[in-house]
Structures are given as C-alpha cells and as structure tokens.
Nanobody
Framework: QVQLEESGGGTVQVGGSLKISCKVSRDTWSTRCMGWFRQGPGKEREGIASIFTGGEKTVYSDSVKGRFTISQDNAENVVYLQMNSLKAEDTAMYYC????????????????????WGQGTQVTVSS
C-alpha cells in the first residue's frame, strides 16, 4: 500500500508563490508516474502536473503551464509542486497521486491512471 502525505498548503495573495510537498512512504518509493491534482469549490477534479520518477519527464495542464513546476527528490522520497504567479482560480484542495510501479506518465494527467491518493492540502489564493 502506497502512503502519500501532502503538506505545505496555506493562504497566499494573488501573484504570490507557494511550494507544496508529497511525501511517499519509503518502502513504496519506486519508478512510477507521480501526479498532482486539484479540486476547487464547485469544480471537477483537474489533473495539473505529473512526473516520471525514473527520468523526470513532466507533463502540465494548460491551466498551470509556465507557472507551476513539478519536481522530485529521490533521496527524500518527495514530490514537490512549486506554484508561482498564483491566481484566485488556483484556490483548491491539492492532491498527490501515485501510478502503478514501473508505469510511465501519459501525455495528459488523468485520474484513471493513478492508483493511490493522498488526503490533500488546501491552497487558498486571496485577492
């Protein structure tokens, strides 16, 4: 069972930056696709970024491309999401997800491609 724990959420002003983290249980860290999703109030879940931990290939949704950066620290079993130039519409609960071991990332970040999910961390962007 893969355990994922998000942290680092909070409240930030429009135009600000925030970095959130996803800690993966050490005994289950392996080469796989890791993703970030979000769900804002009254909105459907949206896949926004993914990274293949075996090679660092990344995928981004159009809504965050150029503003958000997904990265990993293999030594610490952590996946990060650096969020810059935040907008009010970025307000959401952000979730980390893990795909099956050995699986590559698809060209789009889709929930159906991920097997394990964290509990989420809230990001609020205030104007």
């Amino acid at each position: 069972q893969v355990q994922l724990e998000e942290s680092g959420g909070g409240t930030v002003q429009v135009g600000g930056s925030l970095k959130i983290s996803c800690k993966v249980s050490r005994d289950t860290w392996s080469t796989r696709c890791m993703g970030w999703f979000r769900q804002g109030p009254g909105k459907e879940r949206e896949g926004i970024a993914s990274i293949f931990t075996g090679g660092e290939k990344t995928v981004y949704s159009d809504s965050v491309k150029g503003r958000f950066t997904i990265s990993q620290d293999n030594a610490e079993n952590v996946v990060y999401l650096q969020m810059n130039s935040l907008k009010a519409e970025d307000t959401a609960m952000y979730y980390c997800a893990a795909g099956p071991p050995g699986g590559y990332c698809a060209y789009r970040v889709l929930g159906e491609d991920f097997d394990y999910w964290g509990q989420g961390t809230q990001v609020t962007v205030s104007s």
